[in-house]
């Protein structure tokens, strides 16, 4: 039994609030139990100077920030304003690759999204957090292009979510809170297509190695929570 | 009659949620009409260095950091992480400075309190709205202190608010929303004491200077919304 | 009396030294009992960027930088070389929107006037000084622009001169110098236009609260002195 | 078969100089192919501040960093002297992190072991085999040590080594070169012990999702290469 | 005929105003010509921390930095605020290396004196200038020390003078402003001792090389412009 | 004696490696007893901003980097990442000023050479070993151009070697390790041509003033060892 009572394979209850703000196209407010993230996605209908200069800038661009807010965590988190930590770096070239794998730039034409990730509260599974509510924010931007992108294909070619696994004294669990990752034996994040397929694996050790057969049953789990995110996001979207 | 129907003496709808997360001791997220900040209250039992230092150290001290997030505007605006604008500098000076005019710095002893301010939602008034929510924010977070505090004197000696008062057409209004901030002739925020007096008067000409008989007519309109604001400040303390 | 025997509301000996160098079109020594400052006034044929992709590109601009010099002050001031700190950026706001308030924009046309106001030696009241010597400064840059800019409309609509107020032991006095303004219970920073109206206003409570009665006091000695600065501008123009 | 001759499962040929520098206690000239790399080990008799302030503080610490030189690509590559790159960031936290797996830091005391990666030229592969190479360094420089460590226990606890795998044109492929890196449709990097367990995994799609099966089969690929690097390591030392 | 009328071997005029400011125990305004500098020597109870740390800890430090203002050329002079350009870092090197040349830091004990050579306008020679004004300044701190520091021997062992030749057109000159100095076929910048001894010798081939003949006529001429120099600083130290 | 065994002005022994990488077109790892430099020259088929903007846009140009590697010292030497040094902002402005001198940039025509200087062991006169260094990997960089250079004119006009001299307990001796340059009394940078011409003089007085006739003596002993390293850069050209 887990520290919170949850099983094993149980995902935190997940709660998600789509238009939180309405200023920008997509403004999600996502929880996992007590991890509170604002994912905003905006449009600029121009692209990075890098990627207009090449020849393919008819095509789109998507790049995220991720940010953990200073009143987040307690202690309180210093404020990244005059240069970016290395954690932080990781983590949005992660969620920006991750979104990334679900957009066709041709379709979306030669326009940028930006996926703001603002923590408002950190208590572990940010970065897999910021993929699962990215990817609703996305959807939203998205949808009020309208007539400028074209109809014949969709924009979104599949949808993406995310979670983390670890070990725990010999156990594979899912979804850690922060008091389970800094315990972890081994700390996994899996990111995976609605079709079942792998985006993106980062599995570290902790203090310690792990087995073939170790990493088998992780992405096991990894798989089943997945597959309940991607229900849970269909949800939001209809509702 | 104003763009969005309201008396040239009327705020904007207020709307005041006390412990949005829980990992602060002080967290509110405030919204006037359009403007929504999420303002933190974070304690640390240590002082800056420079206030360490100092004979006074027995002291304690209060700062603030005003940030807004990229997805508050539209256009998205750029993030702030390798330098400080000026303006977030400026505002953030003036909210520890206002919040600072409240605060009782021997009885709080030794501890630093620090307010975020990060706007949410971008519509005019940040700046004074921060100070605002910043007062409730600091006193769930005084709050949380119990008996690491004497109790013989109040930590928090009066209450502060502010508000932005204009010209506009010739007309002093009331809680300027972006679009009339924008258009207005003259940008006036006070800040002011539950016992009405000032703590802080920031008014400047746009394009248009301003008469003694214009000051006066906005210095009354704002100690009138500043009167209200205080009403409901008191309300979201006792709910 | 005041601790160098001045009356409440007397200014410090004022002097004024035009084309200090000569390569800056404008350049002034100016002082105000201890507090010296060299402000120069260069021109520049282009528009900064942000500026320049502006529909109203045909505007010009002005802008200002303050620093204040390491030998300055004893203790020696660190130079602000890898960041400008908050109260730099603050004050030199302060003095370019004061300053633009003078200048028809259109008339100068297309060019970009910067302004820097270098503290050789600080004894108070620099960002005021600042904006008077400015406001010289500026008259003679434009008046080395010669046919360059219309003569239908003078590029100067009006005069701008500043001055500093405080109420030290509950009276207001005017100009003060460091040591008044440290030991200050108000201290109050007030722009007008040579038709007396203002274009900033900037009252900030020093550990006491004051009253509506308190401001109006210190406004009317701020008006008494600026008048008597802009005469002293007068005649150092003709002289 | 591939564009320079490899088998599938064929590394490129890696060739090992020790002590190329001699100031450094460990300096290993390392290349796989094109891809050739200086890796330094020093020892600082001091902890990192954040490190000596904890509990902890007997233990030593292991930190690296990673660089990639100006003329280590063509075109040159701008030198990282303002900012690191996010890529140079998650390469050398990756190091760092793989290298710290096998060392006893207790046994190790309260010393800090840097690893210094410099690309002397980059034609892929270069974070795999600064890992592979460091930990060549990290015995030289660990075997300066002598009598300052405890003899009852080993400093070093495993061996580490790493290589890329990824999928090409469908097929598995061992130790990519840049060519081959920027064509694959998967990039999987893989850092192992000894023992043959995990210590990291990093797998990212490349334009195209990966299915369980394809992972599978890169991971055996890796494996199999790792081993054999683990026997160049063991050659080079004894040599 | 040099375009100024002047000499081969002729300086501009000199003008060296001491206490120009008298916060800083040192302030002289000095010009050659239109280069005019402002050099203030300031002197702090402390030693800098990679010096404090020091076996040698009881001798002092002197060091320097040099900025051109903004308004002192035209165009104006982009103000050094984020980073420093590598010619200000050089010369203010050259500066302090060449004026710690004449300080017995044992003497003068645990402090450190620094010296600000602010460019008020910039006409060619600023370093010499700065280094031959800085002297002048130091001579005045130094004086200020009263008791502090032991009578038995003197804090300045030397005096220190500096100046510019090079050749134009084939003829060696002294003391070159800007017009010549941009023209010039070779530019040598001399410190020189009262003992007619050499501090620093930087000599730069502009676009073609120099002979040791050519080499020998620029020293002589700098030794006699050094030598006037001397006599000036002597003259005004006494004035 | 020498410590080392050496005459005083006997070079360390000198050893040139051309191509030791093969991606950059310059490639050159040179040493001077145990100072081992990588110089690596990159060609731009463009020109800087600054010089691209300039009349003069038809000439090319050519810059160099110096950067010390973190193990090339023991102590580990901190890398610059987030600033340069002065130290090394003076020397790379020395390497390229030097190398310079000896190209023809008309018949280079617009396009840049990047000069970088990567100190992988440092013992004494690293700025000078870049220059003989850089000379040869300009050569090979030079060659790589072919028919993009006219065959009219020769590209390099004459060849550039440098080397330090110093004064050690009254005697010149040439070519310094860091033993010798930390106890030298005065420390001469000596840039030479193919002709016997001077390029730069850099000489510094190390707490002692020194007399012209010192000068003479260091100079003719810098002559002769440029004389011998350009032996040897011929040879290694023809090798």
Request: hydrophobic share 45%; net charge positive; proline share 13%.
């Given at each position: 039994m887990r520290h919170d009572g949850r099983q094993p394979d149980e995902l935190r209850p997940i709660r998600i609030q789509r238009?939180?703000?309405?200023?920008?196209?997509g403004s999600v407010l996502i929880s996992a139990g007590d991890t509170t993230l604002l994912v905003t996605a905006s449009i600029d209908e121009t692209l990075p100077p890098w990627k207009a200069a090449d020849?393919?800038?008819q095509k789109g661009w998507l790049t995220a920030e991720y940010c953990m807010l200073p009143g987040s965590t307690s202690p309180r988190k210093r404020r990244e304003r005059e240069k970016v930590d290395g954690r932080s770096t990781e983590i949005q070239r992660l969620i920006g690759r991750s979104l990334r794998a679900c957009v066709d730039f041709e379709t979306l034409g030669p326009r940028t999204i930006m996926i703001d990730v603002e923590v408002?509260?950190?208590?572990?599974g940010t970065r897999t957090l910021g993929i699962t509510g990215g990817y609703i924010a996305l959807c939203d931007a998205i949808a009020t292009l309208g007539d400028k992108?074209?109809?014949?294909?969709?924009?979104?070619t599949t949808s993406i979510a995310a979670v983390s696994v670890g070990i725990s004294h010999g156990t594979p669990i899912l979804d850690l809170d922060y008091i389970e990752d800094s315990q972890a034996e081994v700390d996994l994040n899996v990111v995976m297509t609605g079709s079942g397929e792998f985006i993106e694996i980062q599995g570290t050790a902790e203090g310690r190695s792990f087995t073939r057969a170790q990493l088998d049953q992780q992405l096991a789990l990894a798989e089943k929570g997945i597959r309940q995110l991607m229900e849970l996001q269909q949800a939001a979207l209809k509702g």
């Open positions: 238009q939180f703000t309405k200023v920008a196209p020849p393919a800038a408002l509260q950190a208590d572990g992108v074209s109809k014949d294909r969709p924009v979104l």
